[in-house]
Structures are given as structure tokens and as C-alpha cells.
């Protein structure tokens, strides 16, 4: 090869690599750009009551409960109640009317029943209610396992398989003007029998253009993983998050009596690309579940939540 022809490649080299970097600068650039959009479009107030917490009242008398929560403070939603294809005993038409009547923001739902073929659909009606995520709360499709003997969950087949679901359900939520979230518990954050962190093949390869996720704060800490180290490691991923506090003995507790370090975790909100969060306790054991949002309100307040 001559001196030329070597300047030649050399010359072809810089300008591939150059217009690699340009290509990264851009996608982050868009990335960044996008996130402060959304961060100036949210509403200042970013809490949220998970409807989870008080599923039993909301089955026997929805309406009556959700006044009870905006008499706590409470301002937006989280829906865990889709079934035949109506929210609460309500179609989704009726049950965004309802909340509108009471000043309540509808931000996301649970859908755990929906499937490939049923997306659209259940897609559409969370689009109807007025709900802006639509949130995947365990594997679909029959793949999530819960042994009752121990209480441990986990999942059937390949964390593979589970990432192209997301991404085919993530791309059919975009079409339908919804963004796409997945919901962690533990054990999504424990290696599996090919030595793979699931979570962390997830987030490494479900496009984040349509799927993103929630944290439930719980969840990660009670399987040992450090919240702000996943913020750091996988920047503007986690769109909400659950908050709740773990008690002394691992229990779920209000937030702000436990031990779970909420300060430390909220300095680093910006980072994790936390948009909304929504107070959640999936037991509340022998504490009435409205005093327990009560007390978490509360809580919420004096760490610093908005």
C-alpha cells in the first residue's frame, strides 16, 4: 500500500468515525431535548394515589372512595380495576367523566390482562378514560408465577422473549398515543438460571423510544439493589415510580415510617426521568387502608415530595 492510498483510508476512517460521534451527539441531544419537554409539560403536582392500595373499597363502592381520596389531597390516579372492558363498573367514557367531576388526573393504569391480541383494544379504552401510560404490571400472557406457599414471584420462559413482547406491545401503544411502561417487583432484579439480571436485559434492550418503566422503589430495594444506582446506570429509563416504605421487619409500610432512604432517592429524580410517582402499599395489614394513604400523604409531605 503507498503512502497515498494509506492517507486515503486514514482520511475515510476520520470521517466515519466523525460522523459516527455526530450521529451519538444528535440522539442525545433529541434524548435530552425530549425529556425537558416533558419535564416542563408535567403538572406541578406529580403524586399520585395507586388505586391498588384501596382495590377493596373501589370494588364495592368506586365512587364514594375516590371522593375519600381527593378529600386526603390526593390529585392524580392510578387504576388497577380494568375488567369487561370498563374501569371500576364504569365504561371508560363514564369514568373519565367522573374524575373530571371530582378534579382527579387519570396518569396511568395497570392492564395485567393484556395480551398480542387484545392490545389495541384494551389500548384504546385506556386511551378513552383519559390515561397517559399504559403500564405492564407483571410478565403477560400468562408468564408471571407466584408461589403461594412461599410468596415468591417470578417468571416462566426467557427474559428474551419477555423484552420482544414488550417492545411489540410498546410500539402498538405508541400507535395508539400512549406510552408504554413496564412495572418491576424483586425478582426481576435476581439473576436467573442463565446468570442474566432480567431487569437489566430489559432496559438494555427494550427500545426506549417504546418501552420505559416504573420503579416501584419497594420492589428494588427488598431484592438488595440500590435505586440510584439503576439512575445512574440507565439514565431517564424510569418514567414513575412507586413509593412505598418498607418496615423493619421487610414489611410494606406508609411512607415515611419505615426505613426505606426516600431523601437520598428523590435528590436524584432529574436523573432517573421520573415524571409522576404514585403512593402504593400493596398490604396494609391490620391499618385501614384510607388511614394508610393518609398517613403516606403525610409522609410524602415532609420528605419533600411534590
Same mark, same amino acid.
Given at each position: 500500500?503507498?503512502?497515498?492510498?494509506?492517507?486515503?483510508?486514514?482520511?475515510?476512517?476520520?470521517?466515519?468515525?466523525?460522523?459516527?460521534?455526530?450521529? %451519538? +451527539?444528535?440522539? +442525545?441531544?433529541?434524548?435530552?431535548?425530549?425529556?425537558?419537554? /416533558?419535564?416542563?409539560?408535567?403538572?406541578?403536582?406529580?403524586?399520585?394515589?395507586?388505586?391498588?392500595?384501596?382495590?377493596?373499597?373501589?370494588?364495592?363502592? !368506586?365512587? /364514594?372512595?375516590?371522593? $375519600?381520596?381527593?378529600?386526603?389531597?390526593?390529585? +392524580?390516579?392510578?387504576?388497577?380495576?380494568?375488567?369487561? /372492558?370498563?374501569?371500576?363498573?364504569?365504561?371508560?367514557?363514564?369514568?373519565? =367523566?367522573?374524575?373530571?367531576?371530582?378534579?382527579?388526573? !387519570?396518569?396511568?393504569? #395497570?392492564?395485567?390482562?393484556?395480551?398480542? %391480541?387484545?392490545?389495541?383494544?384494551?389500548?384504546?379504552?385506556?386511551?378513552?378514560?383519559?390515561?397517559?401510560?399504559? @403500564?405492564? !404490571?407483571?410478565?403477560?400472557?400468562?408468564?408471571?408465577? #407466584?408461589? /403461594? +406457599?412461599?410468596?415468591?414471584?417470578?417468571?416462566?420462559?426467557?427474559?428474551?422473549?419477555?423484552?420482544? @413482547?414488550?417492545?411489540?406491545?410498546?410500539?402498538?401503544?405508541?400507535?395508539?398515543?400512549?406510552?408504554?411502561?413496564?412495572?418491576?417487583?424483586?425478582?426481576?432484579?435476581?439473576?436467573?438460571?442463565?446468570?442474566?439480571? !432480567?431487569?437489566?436485559?430489559?432496559?438494555?434492550?427494550?427500545?426506549?423510544?417504546?418501552?420505559? &418503566?416504573?420503579?416501584?422503589?419497594?420492589?428494588?430495594?427488598?431484592?438488595?439493589?440500590?435505586?440510584?444506582?439503576? &439512575?445512574?446506570?440507565?439514565?431517564?429509563?424510569?418514567?414513575?415510580?412507586?413509593?412505598?416504605?418498607?418496615?423493619?421487619?421487610?414489611?410494606?409500610?406508609?411512607?415515611? =415510617?419505615? =426505613?426505606?432512604?426516600?431523601?437520598?432517592?428523590?435528590?436524584?429524580? %432529574?436523573?432517573?426521568?421520573?415524571?409522576?410517582?404514585?403512593?402504593?402499599?400493596?398490604?396494609? &395489614?391490620?391499618?385501614?387502608?384510607? $388511614?394508610?394513604?393518609?398517613?403516606?400523604?403525610?409522609?410524602?409531605?415532609?420528605?419533600?415530595?411534590?
Amino acid at each position: 500500500m503507498t503512502l497515498t492510498t494509506g492517507f486515503k483510508y486514514l482520511s475515510i476512517g476520520f470521517l466515519i468515525t466523525n460522523l459516527i460521534a455526530c450521529m %451519538e +451527539n444528535k440522539k +442525545n441531544t433529541s434524548s435530552h431535548e425530549r425529556l425537558k419537554k /416533558e419535564l416542563t409539560s408535567t403538572p406541578k403536582s406529580l403524586g399520585g394515589i395507586a388505586l391498588y392500595t384501596v382495590r377493596d373499597a373501589m370494588s364495592m363502592n !368506586p365512587k /364514594e372512595t375516590l371522593k $375519600e381520596i381527593v378529600a386526603i389531597g390526593y390529585k +392524580n390516579i392510578e387504576a388497577a380495576g380494568y375488567k369487561e /372492558e370498563m374501569y371500576y363498573g364504569m365504561s371508560p367514557v363514564n369514568f373519565k =367523566t367522573y374524575l373530571k367531576k371530582l378534579n382527579l388526573e !387519570p396518569i396511568s393504569t #395497570h392492564q395485567a390482562s393484556v395480551t398480542l %391480541e387484545n392490545a389495541a383494544l384494551e389500548m384504546a379504552h385506556a386511551k378513552t378514560a383519559g390515561f397517559k401510560y399504559f @403500564i405492564v !404490571p407483571i410478565p403477560p400472557m400468562g408468564l408471571f408465577t #407466584h408461589d /403461594e +406457599n412461599t410468596n415468591e414471584m417470578n417468571m416462566k420462559g426467557t427474559v428474551e422473549n419477555l423484552a420482544n @413482547i414488550l417492545n411489540t406491545l410498546g410500539a402498538q401503544a405508541k400507535k395508539a398515543g400512549m406510552e408504554l411502561l413496564y412495572h418491576n417487583h424483586d425478582f426481576e432484579f435476581r439473576k436467573n438460571d442463565k446468570g442474566i439480571v !432480567p431487569i437489566d436485559y430489559l432496559l438494555q434492550h427494550c427500545d426506549p423510544e417504546l418501552v420505559n &418503566f416504573q420503579m416501584d422503589l419497594y420492589w428494588v430495594v427488598k431484592a438488595g439493589a440500590d435505586p440510584v444506582a439503576y &439512575f445512574d446506570r440507565y439514565p431517564n429509563r424510569f418514567k414513575m415510580w412507586h413509593v412505598k416504605d418498607m418496615s423493619k421487619n421487610g414489611n410494606f409500610a406508609p411512607v415515611g =415510617t419505615g =426505613t426505606i432512604d426516600f431523601e437520598n432517592i428523590l435528590v436524584r429524580k %432529574e436523573n432517573s426521568g421520573m415524571l409522576y410517582y404514585m403512593v402504593e402499599q400493596d398490604d396494609t &395489614f391490620d391499618l385501614n387502608p384510607m $388511614e394508610a394513604i393518609k398517613i403516606s400523604r403525610q409522609g410524602i409531605e415532609k420528605i419533600g415530595f411534590k
